[in-house]
């Protein structure tokens, strides 16, 4: 597993100029990493014992089960801090945009980005949005052949689904033109990744390959 370091430049924004940039950084992710590999996960013994003992959780519950034939092979998970909505996107294959679920599978939101494109989506996270409130990033980070000349970040605000306890609603489609675009080149050549994390309090992110 490798920290990819790469550097980017907004290349659009529909909704103002001069937006803050996401960094992408890799520090407090090697932190994170070091504390997983503490709990097993490749630390010598020593580490883990001055760590204490790992958590653990019961055994898994079944909540519900997704039933869409849109969502046919889900990539990126993102819950919501503000709805009970968990989104989540496709892999490759499906248009520029991702999904909005209940706990329990129902679909409740189909969210397109106008004019976006969906090469390779992968991941995606929640994260501070510069105007306030919560956006959610979308990682167009997948390259299998490594051939990509950048890779593409996403950045939208959340949006915002009402939600009704009956269950044969159909879901809202939703389409949204106002988003940031980011373009990010790996100094050292083509990765593919396939996970993206997004710091809640600063906005940077990370990119794992």
Not at 31 to 39: D, K, P, R
Not at 58 to 64: F, K, N, T, W
Not at 79 to 88: A, D, E, G, K, V
Not at 100 to 112: E, F, H, I, P, Q
Request: charged share 25%.
């Amino acid at each position: 597993m490798n920290l990819s370091k790469a550097k980017g430049k907004q290349r659009r924004s529909s909704s103002r100029l001069n937006r803050p940039q996401p960094r992408l950084t890799f520090g407090a992710a090697v932190a994170a990493l070091s504390l997983f590999a503490a709990c097993g996960l490749g630390s010598d013994a020593g580490t883990a014992a001055a760590l204490g003992d790992c958590p653990t959780g019961g055994e898994p519950e079944a909540l519900g089960r997704i039933e869409d034939g849109r969502i046919t092979e889900c990539s990126g998970l993102a819950w919501s801090r503000t709805q009970p909505i968990l989104w989540l996107h496709n892999d490759s294959g499906d248009r520029a945009r991702f999904y909005g679920v209940s706990a329990d599978g129902r679909l409740l939101a189909v969210v397109s980005l106008s004019g976006a494109q969906a090469r390779d989506w992968e991941d995606m996270a929640r994260g501070p949005h510069p105007d306030g409130g919560d956006a959610l990033f979308l990682a167009d980070i997948g390259d299998n052949a490594r051939s990509r000349s950048f890779v593409r970040i996403y950045r939208v605000r959340e949006p915002t689904v009402e939600i009704t306890d009956d269950p044969g609603t159909a879901p809202v489609d939703i389409s949204i033109d106002t988003y940031d675009t980011f373009d990010l080149t790996y100094p050292d050549g083509p990765h593919n990744a396939e996970t993206f994390l997004v710091d809640p309090a600063t906005g940077d992110v990370y990119i794992v390959t």
